[in-house]
């Protein structure tokens, strides 16, 4: 479980408007671990989401490189990039983008149909997926039927379902109740666990960000170690 499953070698980010430049991420250097929980705190604006998804090949770093067990990944093209992200990372966003028109259990389901797993199959996995977030009542009811947590967790399931090596999540809880919060937190933290999976959470809340076996803090695309 001491494996490198990340290395993060200074790399930067700006972006260019009009004439100026905004140097987003400075030179960040990072190894993460196979198992690790790790949380990064900071301010909105401080470059957190920005790190999220480059790490996890939705966007690219202006320099600077990010190995996946020793494979270079910032260098991979976009159809290399896609099937990276389809076969080892499971993104968690604060907004849900679930398809309105599907039911829950098709929603949940979806990356396995993109995959042309065939439909029993899918729908066997999808309903063991919708029983560990708690939502077998909810099985056939669409989106907008459901509350904002529950909405969350179907994401999570749906994000999951390829039991993929590498959770990201940026601020899963933002748009939810404290409490509620808690439990969706809970959630993702079950099946972390029961996959062995790497957990990189991005949240602007103390107490989250509090819960991680590593804990960063983000300030001005710089990142910190917060020790005990």
Same mark, same amino acid.
């Given at each position: 479980?001491?494996d490198?499953?990340?290395?993060?070698?200074?790399?930067?980010?700006?972006?260019?408007?009009?004439?100026?430049?905004i140097?987003v991420?400075?030179?960040i250097?990072?190894?993460?671990l196979?198992?690790d929980?790790?949380?990064?705190?900071?301010?909105?604006?401080?470059g957190?989401s920005t790190?999220l998804?480059?790490?996890?090949?939705?966007?690219k770093?202006?320099?600077?490189?990010?190995?996946?067990?020793g494979?270079?990944?910032?260098k991979?093209?976009?159809?290399?990039a896609?099937?990276?992200?389809s076969?080892?990372?499971g993104f968690?966003f604060q907004?849900?983008?679930?398809?309105?028109?599907?039911?829950?259990?098709?929603?949940?389901?979806m990356?396995?149909?993109?995959?042309?797993?065939?439909?029993?199959?899918a729908?066997?996995? %999808?309903? =063991?997926f919708l029983?560990?977030m708690g !939502?077998? &009542?909810r099985?056939?009811?669409k989106p907008?039927?459901?509350s +904002?947590?529950?909405?969350?967790?179907v994401?999570?399931a749906? %994000?999951? =379902?390829?039991?993929?090596?590498?959770i !990201?999540? &940026?601020?899963?809880t933002?748009?939810?109740?404290?409490?509620? +919060?808690?439990?969706?937190l809970?959630?993702?933290l079950?099946?972390?666990?029961?996959?062995?999976a790497t957990?990189? !959470?991005?949240?602007?809340d103390?107490?989250?960000?509090?819960?991680?076996?590593?804990?960063?803090n983000?300030?001005?695309?710089e990142?910190f170690?917060?020790?005990n």
């Amino acid at each position: 479980m001491n494996d490198i499953i990340l290395k993060v070698s200074n790399i930067t980010k700006i972006f260019k408007k009009d004439s100026n430049e905004i140097n987003v991420i400075k030179g960040i250097s990072l190894d993460i671990l196979q198992g690790d929980f790790v949380t990064i705190m900071g301010p909105s604006g401080a470059g957190k989401s920005t790190f999220l998804h480059i790490l996890g090949t939705l966007d690219k770093p202006t320099s600077g490189e990010i190995f996946y067990r020793g494979e270079n990944i910032s260098k991979y093209n976009e159809e290399q990039a896609s099937n990276f992200r389809s076969e080892k990372i499971g993104f968690v966003f604060q907004f849900y983008h679930l398809l309105q028109d599907f039911t829950v259990i098709e929603n949940i389901a979806m990356p396995l149909f993109i995959k042309r797993v065939k439909m029993d199959k899918a729908l066997k996995k %999808a309903e =063991i997926f919708l029983e560990m977030m708690g !939502l077998k &009542d909810r099985r056939n009811h669409k989106p907008g039927e459901l509350s +904002g947590g529950e909405q969350q967790r179907v994401a999570i399931a749906r %994000a999951l =379902i390829n039991e993929p090596e590498i959770i !990201l999540a &940026d601020e899963l809880t933002g748009n939810l109740d404290r409490k509620t +919060g808690k439990d969706v937190l809970n959630y993702i933290l079950n099946i972390y666990n029961e996959f062995s999976a790497t957990l990189i !959470l991005v949240t602007h809340d103390p107490e989250l960000g509090s819960m991680g076996k590593r804990r960063l803090n983000m300030i001005d695309g710089e990142l910190f170690e917060i020790k005990n």
